[in-house]
Every structure is written in C-alpha cells, then in structure tokens.
C-alpha cells in the first residue's frame, strides 16, 4: 500500500525558509519519480516540482523556479523540498506525490498517489 507522508510545514514571516519532508513506503521509491503539489485557499491543486527516479533530473513550476529545491535520498526512501524567499502567495497546503512512472513530472496531472499534506502558512 502506498503511503507519503509530509512533514515540516509550520507558519513563517515572508522572506523565511522552511523544509519540507516526505517519507514514502509501500512501493520501490526508486522506481518512481517525485514530486510536490500544493493547494492555496480557494484554488485548485497546483503543480511545484518534481524530481525523477533517480534524481538527475527536476522540473519547477516557474513560481517555484529560483526559490525552492527539490531533492531525494533513494536510500532513506525520502524526499524533501527546500523553500526560501518564501512569499504570502506560497501559503496552502504542500502533497507529496508520486507520479506514474520513473520520469519527471511536470504537471499536476502526472501523478496518481498523494499523502495527506502539509501546510504552509507565510505571513506579510
């Protein structure tokens, strides 16, 4: 059974940093690439980055371009997203998501596993 699950979300001022972390199991992590979605109050879920089986190769939203870092460790079946610069537009609710093959996503349509979310709240 597939399970992600988001950690490290929390309230920041804008300018600030978090990171956030997701453990995945249930399935070969390295067989699968990466990615996160996030979802702003009122607004559909949007595509932020994803990252491929093995971690060579990213795609970023081009609001996330610059500012965040995608990045995976195969061996702790771990994924995480560096955010800096953070703005009051990032505020919502960050998934972990798994994407239908081993290349890098670059839509939120690419994915078919989500964990439960995280939230991320930025302040003016």
């Known amino acids: 059974q597939v399970q992600l699950v988001e950690s490290g979300g929390g309230l920041v001022q804008a300018g600030g940093s978090l990171r956030l972390s997701c453990a995945a199991s249930g399935f070969t992590f390295s067989f699968y690439a990466m990615g996160w979605l996030r979802q702003a109050p009122g607004k559909e879920r949007e595509f932020v980055a994803s990252i491929d089986g093995r971690g060579g190769d990213i795609y970023y939203a081009g609001s996330s371009k610059g500012r965040f870092t995608i990045s995976r460790d195969n061996a702790k079946n771990t994924m995480y997203l560096q955010m800096n610069s953070l703005k009051p537009e990032d505020t919502g609710v960050y998934y972990c998501?798994?994407?239908?093959?081993?290349?890098?996503?670059?839509?939120?349509?690419?994915?078919?596993?989500w964990g439960q979310g995280t939230r991320v709240t930025v302040s003016s």
């Open positions: 998501a798994r994407a239908r093959g081993v290349l890098v996503a670059t839509a939120s349509t690419d994915f078919s596993a």
